[in-house]
């Protein structure tokens, strides 16, 4: 008898993490769903993303980026 396989039973990896951060953007700015700049918003927010340091790496200040997206949902 197979079992059916829950996400909840795994750990949450970043992508997961950054998806999440972005849908509870979109719900604390009253969009209906989480669009491109939820999701550079979640991804400039948690400095353990690998496209946190890309985009540090590509010189760009990552926290007035986040702060410029936040403004924009608001």
Known sequence: RAHA???SH????AVERALRRAEDM???TAS??????HLL???CHERG??????????????ARLRAS???LLM
Do not use: K, M, S, T
Request: aromatic share 8%.
């Open 41 to 43: 918003f979640a991804l």
């Open 5 to 7: 396989v829950h996400r």
């Open 10 to 13: 795994f750990p949450e990896g």
């Open 49 to 62: 993303f690998a496209a946190h340091r890309a985009i540090a790496q590509c010189g760009a200040d990552v």
């Open 69 to 71: 997206a936040l403004q």
């Open 26 to 28: 979109a719900g604390r």
């Open 32 to 37: 209906q769903r989480a669009g491109a700049l």
